[in-house]
């Protein structure tokens, strides 16, 4: 299986890659297990994103170091899922726009088809101040909470001895949606909570993660094959929210960045990046280090992500150009709807995108940094080679670093 699906990486149309183990699943099938994690996990090319875990019938994974462990893998069944739902392994299949229902009229400007886009932020000041860039994805959550839309929320909560160490949370309350509001630059694998979501029966639901979380859900929403744990997420996530992403960092960088600002890392409250890393401490006091020095701490794990502006999401959102809001841009009907609702209900607030044009700009260069000169991951170099290479920063790899096409070599 592994022989012909290189063979169709190497020479086919991305689209049928997944081919190779759809052939071996009408054959009887085969121990996708172990394809997953040879293919992508060994080779370091795991992006973390949960959705093998999350959508296993039979719970072959734990979620270990922030990848799959194939902890019991004999009681694999042949399903063939994990793979499946892996946004290393393949692109979304192309009916993935007609499930999604995307908003008219689409524009696409290289950074997924998307109808509309505001500065948004919560009309309650409280909020504001509490969350990371103007409290949009809470006042949208708590909302839909409260309205009825939407009786519980996966989302990224924090270690409580460690502010800046997040873990996934099952929200259900205002409560709970407000404690777990603000931004963490080390990753948070949040859709692990689908587990207790689907176990808990708690429907219908609002997804909110990062780029590479969001696009393993669609796999898992869009998956060809059709089992009651796939049907289970495409008929009960019924809004996804993405959050742009360039890279996460690691959790040794928490401790970095405290000894660039000379504070013990357990006082740092909150990170927020704007071209330089600023950093909340407990007191209120701000300070800030260079994201150049930082950047030295990003997962390695990023290097295979594509998206900055979660393409596949109802709603993108983030802290991008206008001060104290979030840039936000309407991808679908289901983003609309949200949006809209909160908005007749005065729950959020709203100002042209047009007031600060910088936003778009710099949101449209983020996004183009993410792609340019990559090929899709299941073609990228393995974790091994690129420590043999000596560059393992995920922004830089493929536009100043051992990455760059040989017809592009010295641009950037």
Known sequence: MGERYRSLRDGGDPHEWAYAWRRELNRGGFRAVDFLMDEVVESGKCVGCASCVTICPVDVFDYVDERPLDTRSDACVLCVLC?????????????????????????????????????????????????????????????GLESGSLKGAVLGDVVPEQRQIGRPLLATTREAVLGAAGSRYTYSPNTLALVEAMRRDVKPLVVVGVPCQVDGVRLQQNSSISLSVARWYRDNVTLVIGLLCSEAFTHESVTKLGEMIDVEPSRIDNINIKGKVVVRLDDGEIRTASLKQYQDFARPACLYCLDYGAENADISAGGVGLDGWTLTLVRTEAGHRALQGAIDDGWIETQPLETEPRGMFLFDMLAGAKKKNRPLPAKMPTLAEREALGWLNPKTFYTKGPGVPEETEGTS
């Open 83 to 143: 793979v499946e739902v892996c946004p290393v392994l393949r692109p979304a299949d192309r009916d993935l726009p007609v499930m999604l229902e995307r908003r008219p009229p689409g524009v696409d400007e290289g950074f997924g088809a998307y109808s509309y886009g505001v500065y948004a932020r919560s009309s309650d000041p409280e909020w504001v101040a509490r969350a990371q860039d103007g409290g949009l994805v809470s006042g949208l959550v708590i909302h």
